[in-house]
Nanobody, 114 residues
Framework: QVQVVESGGGLVQAGGSLRLSCATS????????MGWYRQAPGKQRELVAV???????NYGDSVKGRFTISRDTAKNTVYLQMNSLKPEDTAVYYC????????WGQGTQVTVSS
């Protein structure tokens, strides 16, 4: 079973920064892609940022220019650096490791106060 372990959420003021981490038991080179989605109360889960096994990145429109996804292939870990945070970034952030199926983490809460 693929393990997906997230860390790094918390409470921050608007304009601040946070970094999320997601570690997996799988080699990054053996997966399709890995990254972050988020879900706010009453809303659908949406793409934040993903990175493929080849290193190609894709971002949701609402975070472009503020968030950066990166990876450490030696640690099978992906990071999400979130800068210039806004209250509307408040959500539960879920890490996804896509193999032949979706493998989701348990989620980590990010709260941005105004």
């Amino acid at each position: 079973q693929v393990q997906v372990v997230e860390s790094g959420g918390g409470l921050v003021q608007a304009g601040g920064s946070l970094r999320l981490s997601c570690a997996t038991s799988e080699s990054i080179f053996s997966i399709n892609f890995m990254g972050w989605y988020r879900q706010a109360p009453g809303k659908q889960r949406e793409l934040v940022a993903v990175i493929t096994s080849s290193g190609t990145t894709n971002y949701g429109d609402s975070v472009k220019g503020r968030f950066t996804i990166s990876r450490d292939t030696a640690k099978n870990t992906v990071y999400l650096q979130m800068n210039s945070l806004k209250p509307e970034d408040t959500a539960v952030y879920y890490c996804l490791v896509r193999t032949g199926i979706n493998n989701w983490g348990q989620g980590t809460q990010v709260t941005v106060s105004s």
